[in-house]
């Protein structure tokens, strides 16, 4: 949505209209489902996607001529081998496409006030309906009455690199490419700096013995531990293991982690807490180069957020999650 908004403002400001398309809802078997958005103007796709294929296609063909009508619109997208559209997919899609004249200010201050709640990590509710201003709520829950779509604001989840060294130098840009916040901490001034990680939203100089002092950890966070030795790990995983974390991932080979693990228990760490720990981090794809890393543990990431988020969204609506 950061992506989105920053694209939008800066065509408005260049004094374009555009079209924003946001699924409303999705049957059936679907590239994107609901809250995918993408942003047209009159060269076409700026920024986003609902899936590609046909299906945008169309989404694109139509944002084109309601940038030529001036208006908004809802429309459904089929998406069945041999219907409206030719795909295989097997499935629908509504799409609300909302006219956006580049002399809006209503549009353009809800640009700025999304960004500057995605940079501040504020939630809030954003409500997009057809030929209406935007607004945006403080509490609401997802909604799609035909008309009217409302949509949370993304807080983006972090991850926080202990470990400055060539897996994150690798990893940070991967991270930040599929949607994650980036932190990085190493007790090293030259493996911690914002020259070093210019995509990491925080980069920050201390000791592993106490990073809590320059950085705070909430139960949201993703930690992935990659420091430059045994004692190290120890220190960062005895404090991780006590506070509740979204994950907490190690690298390093089994010896390490039997070595850092013998040491975690005299130090008092419960076994549950051992457990949770994900290590060697990862999928296993039998990654070697520190890129290679970086895409493996990306994927696990990526995985255990959609997991996350598939708990959350059930227990919203008061349903057991299926995962």
Sequence with gaps: MRTMFEALLALLNQGEDAVLATVASAQG????????????GRSGLLAGTIGGGPGEAQALALAAELLK?????????ELRHGGELDSV??????????????DSASWRALAREVLERLEARRGGWLVLEAGADPVLLEEAGPAWDGKRLVLPLPKGERVVIFGGG????????????????VAVF???????????F???ETVVCGRYTDFAAGLELTEEDYAVVMTSGHSHDFEVEEQLLRRPLAYVGVMGSRTKTAYVNGKLREAGVPEEALRRVHTPIG???????????????TGELIYERALRREAAGAAEHGCPSHL
């Design 29 to 40: 078997s679907t590239p994107r489902g609901a809250g995918s958005q993408l942003l047209a």
């Design 166 to 181: 060539h897996c994150a130098l690798a990893l940070v840009p991967v991270l930040r490419s599929v949607g994650f916040r």
């Design 283 to 297: 999928t296993a794809i039998k990654a070697v180069t520190p890129e290679e890393i970086a895409v493996s543990i």
């Design 69 to 77: 009508e001036g208006k908004s619109a809802v429309r459904r997208l």
């Design 198 to 200: 210019p995509e990491a």
């Design 89 to 102: 997919c097997g499935g629908e899609q509504t799409v609300l496409l909302q006219f956006i004249p580049h």
């Design 186 to 196: 190493d007790d090293r001034p030259e493996f911690a700096s914002e020259e070093r």
